[in-house]
């Protein structure tokens, strides 16, 4: 399969330019030549960031350009493609475009876990039992996720994934789960999580973090915090407070049941807030991003200070 390699001027046709595709070999290459106009016609759409179809002048050829992919239908039946972001970056930094991409903009929506279970009601009762079956689900693969005191003592972060291994997703849903059996101030839950899983929102994510490379992670979870939730009768900056551990916490089960299954995880509190509200479309505060996948190679814990040295005793 041939990867979008770049753009070159053209020999034959003055003012246009060559797509270079490059296959593995290094003599193995296609090449599409257009000229000013098509190239014109290209600028154009790519600098509006609409979408369009060009047919070029040999009569056989067209340039579909997409949101996503831009594929270029060629002579018997061949086909070429590139990310169009790519495409729009190369093209109008060749033709001197000034250009700011516009920052997508997603709106979360309702998550629907893959256990489906009967009369899921408004009841209190009704959720938890929902709860607890997500919780206690087994899958074929299921490792022992019984011993807590054996997953806390083995836990170490990673920030090497696996990325070529996507996390399953009932194990998406006992993580997310998880969370939400954290304790919270007046049991109000005042906090939210955004399961983020669109890639260019996970590549701004990095940006946001500080360009940590591995927020990029299989399965990112994004913390915030919803004082709004807590209906107590204190003062904001009591209601903030209890926000921020609440969704600490939820955060911190989170990790722990991702140990209890196998995976690795780092916690990421080097975060730009109000980049990451922007990113996700949220007025809620951002705590951490919890970043979780399979790791490229399984370490023991990390040491820590002595018992002796962390607790004070009073009496
Ligand atoms: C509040 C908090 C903020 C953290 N922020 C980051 C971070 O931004 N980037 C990072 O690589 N690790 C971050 N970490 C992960 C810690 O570095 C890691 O947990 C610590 O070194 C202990 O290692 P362990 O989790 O393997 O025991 C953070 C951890 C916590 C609890």
Same mark, same amino acid.
């Given at each position: 399969?041939e990867?979008?390699?770049?753009?070159?001027p053209s020999?034959?046709?003055?003012?246009?330019?060559?797509?270079i595709?490059?296959g593995?070999?290094e003599?193995d290459q296609?090449?599409?030549?257009?000229?000013?106009d098509e190239l014109d016609h290209?600028v154009e759409?790519?600098s509006?960031?609409s979408?369009g179809?060009i047919e070029?002048?040999?009569?056989?050829s067209?340039?579909?350009v997409?949101?996503?992919t831009?594929?270029?239908q060629?002579?018997?039946?061949k086909?070429?493609e590139?990310?169009?972001?790519?495409l729009?970056?190369?093209?109008?930094?060749?033709?001197?475009?000034?250009?700011?991409p516009?920052?997508?903009?997603?709106?979360?929506k309702?998550?629907?876990?893959?256990?489906?279970?009967?009369?899921?009601?408004?009841?209190?009762?009704?959720?938890n039992?929902?709860?607890n079956t997500?919780l206690?689900?087994?899958?074929?693969?299921?490792i022992?996720e019984?011993d807590?005191?054996r997953?806390m003592?083995?836990?170490?972060?990673?920030r090497?994934?696996?990325? &070529? +291994?996507f996390?399953e997703q009932?194990k @998406?849903?006992? %993580?997310?789960?998880?969370?939400?059996t954290a304790p919270t101030a007046?049991?109000?839950?005042?906090?939210e999580?955004?399961?983020?899983?669109?890639?260019?929102?996970k590549?701004?994510?990095?940006?946001?973090?500080n360009n940590?490379?591995?927020?990029n992670?299989?399965l990112?979870?994004?913390?915030?915090?919803d004082?709004?939730?807590?209906?107590?009768?204190?003062?904001?900056?009591t209601l903030?407070?209890?926000?921020?551990q609440?969704?600490?916490?939820a955060?911190?089960?989170?990790?722990?049941?991702?140990s209890?299954?196998g995976l690795?995880s780092?916690?990421?509190?080097?975060i730009?807030?109000e980049?990451?509200?922007?990113?996700?479309n949220?007025?809620l505060r951002?705590?951490?991003?919890?970043c979780i996948?399979y790791?490229?190679q399984k370490?023991?814990?990390? &040491? +820590?200070?002595?018992?002796?040295?962390? @607790?004070?005793v %009073?009496?």
């Amino acid at each position: 399969m041939e990867e979008f390699s770049g753009i070159e001027p053209s020999y034959i046709s003055k003012d246009g330019c060559r797509l270079i595709w490059r296959g593995i070999d290094e003599d193995d290459q296609d090449v599409i030549v257009l000229s000013k106009d098509e190239l014109d016609h290209l600028v154009e759409l790519l600098s509006k960031e609409s979408t369009g179809k060009i047919e070029l002048e040999d009569e056989f050829s067209t340039i579909l350009v997409n949101t996503d992919t831009t594929q270029f239908q060629l002579k018997e039946r061949k086909m070429l493609e590139v990310k169009t972001s790519v495409l729009r970056k190369k093209i109008l930094e060749y033709r001197k475009v000034p250009h700011e991409p516009k920052p997508i903009k997603i709106y979360s929506k309702e998550f629907f876990p893959s256990i489906i279970i009967e009369n899921e009601g408004e009841e209190e009762e009704d959720r938890n039992k929902f709860l607890n079956t997500v919780l206690t689900a087994k899958n074929k693969t299921a490792i022992s996720e019984g011993d807590l005191f054996r997953i806390m003592s083995t836990r170490r972060s990673t920030r090497n994934f696996d990325t &070529s +291994r996507f996390v399953e997703q009932w194990k @998406v849903d006992k %993580i997310l789960a998880a969370a939400d059996t954290a304790p919270t101030a007046g049991n109000f839950q005042g906090f939210e999580v955004f399961y983020i899983k669109n890639r260019e929102i996970k590549k701004r994510l990095v940006e946001a973090a500080n360009n940590q490379p591995y927020v990029n992670a299989p399965l990112v979870l994004v913390f915030c915090m919803d004082p709004s939730r807590v209906k107590m009768n204190f003062p904001p900056e009591t209601l903030a407070k209890f926000s921020l551990q609440d969704a600490t916490l939820a955060a911190a089960y989170s990790q722990l049941a991702a140990s209890a299954l196998g995976l690795s995880s780092i916690w990421i509190g080097m975060i730009a807030e109000e980049k990451v509200k922007q990113i996700i479309n949220t007025n809620l505060r951002p705590t951490s991003i919890l970043c979780i996948g399979y790791p490229n190679q399984k370490r023991p814990p990390k &040491s +820590r200070r002595k018992l002796k040295e962390l @607790v004070r005793v %009073i009496e």
